[in-house]
């Protein structure tokens, strides 16, 4: 049974910083695809960021240069580091993983999913 812990949301002043964690348990596949996502207020979730087995990356063209994803195999962690944040980026983050080794380019492809971790900027 996978699952998938999100943490590290908080309230931020625009300009600041965050470093999102998302604790992945369960999860025994060798390849894989991970991935951070976010839902607005009142918008429809979005992609962010994701990162295969290989370390291979891919973000969203408005979010690059803001935004790093990454992980630490050994701790089974993805992390997303989040800089120069801005009002917009309000939202509920959420991670989740696809059990292939090729990333795919729709959100409902992925199969796991964490709860969310809420990040705030004023």
């Known amino acids: 049974h996978v699952q998938l812990v999100e943490s590290g949301g908080a309230s931020v002043q625009a300009g600041g910083s965050l470093r999102l964690s998302c604790a992945a348990r369960g999860y025994t596949y060798d390849t894989y695809c991970m991935g951070w996502f976010r839902r607005p207020p009142g918008k429809e979730r979005e992609g962010i960021a994701v990162i295969d087995s290989d370390g291979d990356t891919a973000y969203a063209e408005s979010l690059k240069g803001r935004f790093t994803i990454s992980k630490d195999t050994e701790k089974n962690t993805l992390y997303l580091q989040m800089s120069s944040l801005k009002h917009e980026d309000t939202a509920m983050y959420y991670c989740?993983?696809?059990?292939?080794?090729?990333?795919?380019?729709?959100?409902?492809?992925?199969?796991?999913w964490g709860q969310g971790t809420q990040v705030t900027v004023s």
């Open positions: 989740a993983v696809y059990p292939g080794d090729i990333c795919p380019n729709s959100v409902v492809a992925f199969d796991y």
